[in-house]
Structures are given as structure tokens and as C-alpha cells.
């Protein structure tokens, strides 16, 4: 386990914490990525993918569950405040700063607005395709293609780029 | 009854993590009665995988302190004071070219089956037989569940789940104790805990179960389905 963490836990640690945005918290989802492998091994098949890429999805869902349970909480204390504020810059500038590789940015930046912005408020936000569609203003089932049509495109792009799995 | 287009969109939202818990379901049963949907599935989430990667920078180590965290859960051992449980209340991938990649992959299957050896057998069933042994209390949590909790003296605890019955994967178990008159989150035990450890500071009087949302909340609205008194 020392030998996985060392290899594994920076990677780990930084999804969480460009994810969460929060120090504390992305030590909490780093500690419960590493138990959850600790006591269920079995979740891991080599065949469907590296050991890295499966402890980046975990530290992704566990940041995303973490950043729902956090909204819920700042939902019932402060009565929508943060959403319904108009003058704070919108939540997909947030997560699009948070992308730090510039192939990423740039596999990104290449996708059409509304596919971009799905994709991002989705996976980096921590929003389901029904919340991205209401954001964007946008139809569900609209919403949902789009989602599946960037993720085409990216993968072609980061493969031609080396930095997904073939 | 979803037909194939829908899943083919839904599978993208799906790795995405973005949809709910119904649709989850309805994916995973497809992906169940079509295996070639998991070839599709599989694309999405080494996209996914690429996107988490263009989150990072070069140096990401996590603080010293979370290691030891990790090791005083796995290695009673190499016990370390964990830290405080209300931090616990949130317990809740790179290809090369195609030739050299056979290879390499091929490599790191067997380094990783190898590394996964070691974590196999179950080192907290070990550290709970021990803590009882050192004198640790043992509390019934009873209700429409039965579960227990394992305290030691110095707050280390464990709760003993193996009779629970397992959660859907939307839900979590989230263990809470009552410390000097505040209730506190002790933990976030995932669906399906069969021995999870946590760590307590403080005068503990109770301890109560819930069934949360997964990922755990901070207040629970939910009635406890097992609890215990301490000393009672």
C-alpha cells in the first residue's frame, strides 16, 4: 500500500483538490481513496484500465459526492444565496481554471461553446446533465447528446495527443 | 424502458459521473444484459480518466499527515492519532505508441496484480481481535440493524458491520457519536462496511447509526436504524 500511495497519492490528492477546492477536504477524499483500495481491491480490473486511471475516477467521484453533500449544507444555511448571486462570475469560469494541462485546456477549447460547457460543468463541476441543462438553458436530451458528442471528440483529440488510454 | 440511443447518451453522462441515481441504475442494468456497451463505457471513462489528468501539476504530494492517517487505519501497529472526527464527516489514467504500449501495459498488469496481492486478507479484523483483547468495549448497536461498535481508550474505534445489510450505492452508513453533549460525525462508512475504523476525542456518551446520501452529510435529517449507549 506505501508503494501505491507514493506512486499514486500526489495524483490523487491534486483531482481532489482542484475538485473540492479545499485543502482539508482533499486530504479526507485522498485518505478515503487509498482505504476504499485498501478494503476493496476487488474493484480494481486491470482489464478495464489502469491502476492510476481507476484511482483518478475514485478521487474524482469522491470530490463530486463531497462537492453534492457540501452544496446541500450551503444550499440550507444560506437559502440559495451563492446561486442566485448575478454579479460572481459563473461556476464553469471556476472549474475551467482549475485545467492546468494545456492539451487538456486545448482538446477543450476546441469543442463547440455548448459542448465545452457541458462537459465542464459536469465533470469538473460536479453537476448531473439535468442541472448542466438547466444552467446552460439548454434541453436535457439536448444536453446529453452533447455531452456524449464531446466526449467522442475528446477522446479522438487526447489520443492523438498521447494522453488518453487507447 | 430506455432504448439504445438513450444509453449510448446516457453511458457519456454516466462516466461523467452526472447522472442520477435512476438512470444509474437503468445504465448498469444495460451494461449487464450488453456486454459490448462496456467497450463503449470504457472509452468514456479513459476520456474522463485524460480529463482528471489535465488537472494536475507537477508536484501534488499530499501532506505526511495523510499517510499516517492511512497507515493507523490499515496498521493498528503503527497506530497514529487520526484527526478529528469531524473531519471524518466527508468519509464519505497515459498511453504510448501502439507497439510499445503491449508491452508496457503488460508490465504494469502484473505490477499491479502483484502491488494488489499485498493489500489481500483483511489486516482490520485483526486490529479489532486485538483491541479487544487490550480491553477495548464492545457495544451492541441494536435498532431495525445490528451493528458494533469496538472502543478502545484512546478513542480508536471500530464498527462492526458485517450483519448490515448492504445499501443501495447511492446510500452511505455514517456512524455518529455524541461528545460531550454535541453529536459529531464519526465516520462515512460507505454502503457496504464490513469493519471500518474511525477515531473519536472526547467524552463519548452514544453512539447512532444513519442511512445518508453517499458521500455523507453534515447534519443528518435521518432517524437512527442502530444506536448505543456508552456505559449504559
Same mark, same amino acid.
Given at each position: 500500500?506505501?508503494?501505491?500511495? +507514493?506512486?499514486?497519492? %500526489?495524483?490523487?490528492?491534486?483531482?481532489?483538490?482542484?475538485?473540492?477546492?479545499?485543502?482539508?477536504?482533499?486530504? +479526507?477524499?485522498?485518505?478515503?481513496?487509498?482505504?476504499?483500495?485498501?478494503?476493496? /481491491?476487488?474493484?480494481?480490473?486491470?482489464?478495464?484500465?489502469?491502476?492510476?486511471?481507476?484511482?483518478?475516477? +475514485?478521487?474524482?467521484?469522491?470530490?463530486?459526492?463531497?462537492?453534492?453533500?457540501?452544496?446541500?449544507?450551503?444550499?440550507?444555511?444560506?437559502?440559495?444565496?451563492?446561486?442566485?448571486?448575478?454579479?460572481?462570475?459563473? /461556476?464553469?469560469?471556476?472549474?475551467?481554471?482549475?485545467?492546468?494541462?494545456?492539451?487538456?485546456?486545448?482538446?477543450?477549447?476546441?469543442?463547440?461553446?455548448?459542448?465545452?460547457?457541458?462537459?465542464?460543468?459536469?465533470?469538473?463541476?460536479?453537476?448531473?446533465?439535468?442541472?448542466?441543462?438547466?444552467?446552460?438553458?439548454?434541453?436535457?436530451?439536448?444536453?446529453?447528446?452533447?455531452?456524449?458528442?464531446?466526449?467522442?471528440?475528446?477522446? %479522438?483529440?487526447?489520443?492523438?495527443?498521447?494522453?488518453?488510454?487507447? | 424502458?430506455?432504448?439504445?440511443?438513450?444509453?449510448?447518451?446516457?453511458? =457519456? =453522462?454516466?462516466?461523467?459521473?452526472?447522472?442520477? #441515481?435512476?438512470?444509474?441504475?437503468?445504465?448498469?442494468? *444495460?451494461?449487464?444484459?450488453?456486454?459490448?456497451?462496456?467497450?463503449?463505457?470504457?472509452?468514456?471513462?479513459?476520456?474522463?480518466?485524460?480529463?482528471?489528468?489535465?488537472?494536475?501539476?507537477?508536484?501534488?504530494?499530499?501532506?505526511?499527515?495523510?499517510?499516517?492517517?492511512?497507515?493507523? &487505519?490499515?496498521?493498528?501497529?503503527?497506530?497514529?492519532? #487520526?484527526?478529528?472526527?469531524?473531519?471524518?464527516?466527508?468519509?464519505?489514467?497515459?498511453? *504510448?505508441?501502439?507497439?510499445?504500449?503491449?508491452?508496457?501495459? @503488460?508490465?504494469?498488469?502484473?505490477?499491479?496484480? &502483484?502491488?494488489?496481492?499485498?493489500?489481500?486478507?483483511?489486516?482490520?479484523?485483526?486490529?479489532?481481535?486485538?483491541?479487544?483483547?487490550?480491553? #477495548?468495549? &464492545?457495544?451492541?448497536?441494536?435498532?431495525?440493524?445490528?451493528?458494533?461498535?469496538?472502543? !478502545? =481508550?484512546?478513542?480508536?474505534?471500530?464498527?462492526?458491520?458485517?450483519?448490515?445489510?448492504?445499501?443501495?450505492?447511492?446510500?452511505?452508513?455514517?456512524?455518529?457519536?455524541?461528545?460531550?453533549?454535541?453529536?459529531?460525525? @464519526?465516520?462515512?462508512?460507505?454502503?457496504?462496511?464490513?469493519?471500518?475504523?474511525?477515531?473519536?476525542?472526547?467524552?463519548?456518551? !452514544?453512539?447512532?447509526?444513519?442511512?445518508?446520501?453517499?458521500?455523507?452529510?453534515?447534519?443528518?435529517?435521518?432517524? !437512527?436504524?442502530?444506536? #448505543?449507549?456508552?456505559? =449504559?
Amino acid at each position: 500500500m506505501a508503494r501505491l500511495y +507514493d506512486r499514486y497519492g %500526489g495524483a490523487v490528492h491534486g483531482v481532489a483538490r482542484r475538485l473540492v477546492r479545499d485543502d482539508a477536504l482533499a486530504e +479526507d477524499v485522498t485518505q478515503e481513496v487509498f482505504l476504499r483500495l485498501w478494503r476493496r /481491491p476487488q474493484r480494481f480490473d486491470p482489464s478495464r484500465g489502469t491502476l492510476r486511471a481507476f484511482l483518478l475516477r +475514485d478521487a474524482h467521484g469522491r470530490s463530486i459526492d463531497l462537492i453534492r453533500s457540501e452544496e446541500s449544507r450551503r444550499a440550507r444555511e444560506e437559502h440559495d444565496a451563492y446561486r442566485s448571486s448575478t454579479e460572481a462570475p459563473g /461556476p464553469e469560469h471556476e472549474v475551467w481554471e482549475a485545467v492546468r494541462s494545456e492539451k487538456v485546456r486545448a482538446a477543450l477549447a476546441a469543442l463547440p461553446e455548448l459542448e465545452r460547457d457541458s462537459v465542464v460543468l459536469a465533470y469538473f463541476g460536479g453537476l448531473s446533465y439535468r442541472e448542466v441543462a438547466e444552467r446552460l438553458g439548454q434541453p436535457e436530451g439536448t444536453t446529453k447528446s452533447r455531452i456524449r458528442a464531446a466526449m467522442q471528440r475528446l477522446r %479522438g483529440t487526447l489520443m492523438s495527443e498521447g494522453v488518453a488510454e487507447a | 424502458m430506455i432504448d439504445r440511443a438513450e444509453i449510448d447518451d446516457l453511458l =457519456a =453522462a454516466y462516466a461523467l459521473g452526472a447522472v442520477s #441515481a435512476e438512470e444509474q441504475r437503468a445504465v448498469e442494468r *444495460a451494461l449487464g444484459k450488453d456486454p459490448s456497451l462496456l467497450a463503449v463505457l470504457d472509452e468514456h471513462l479513459a476520456t474522463a480518466a485524460a480529463l482528471s489528468d489535465g488537472l494536475l501539476t507537477g508536484d501534488e504530494t499530499p501532506p505526511a499527515a495523510v499517510w499516517r492517517r492511512i497507515e493507523a &487505519a490499515i496498521d493498528t501497529k503503527t497506530a497514529v492519532p #487520526a484527526r478529528r472526527s469531524w473531519r471524518l464527516r466527508i468519509l464519505s489514467t497515459v498511453a *504510448a505508441a501502439a507497439i510499445a504500449t503491449t508491452a508496457v501495459l @503488460a508490465v504494469q498488469v502484473v505490477l499491479q496484480r &502483484a502491488e494488489l496481492s499485498d493489500l489481500r486478507g483483511d489486516p482490520l479484523a485483526l486490529a479489532v481481535d486485538e483491541a479487544r483483547d487490550a480491553g #477495548a468495549v &464492545a457495544l451492541p448497536l441494536t435498532g431495525e440493524v445490528s451493528a458494533e461498535v469496538v472502543l !478502545a =481508550a484512546d478513542g480508536t474505534g471500530y464498527l462492526v458491520g458485517d450483519a448490515l445489510p448492504e445499501l443501495d450505492p447511492e446510500q452511505t452508513y455514517q456512524l455518529w457519536a455524541v461528545v460531550d453533549d454535541r453529536v459529531i460525525s @464519526a465516520g462515512v462508512l460507505g454502503p457496504d462496511p464490513a469493519i471500518a475504523a474511525f477515531h473519536v476525542d472526547g467524552d463519548v456518551s !452514544a453512539f447512532a447509526l444513519t442511512v445518508e446520501v453517499a458521500g455523507g452529510v453534515v447534519v443528518s435529517e435521518q432517524a !437512527a436504524v442502530a444506536a #448505543a449507549a456508552v456505559g =449504559a
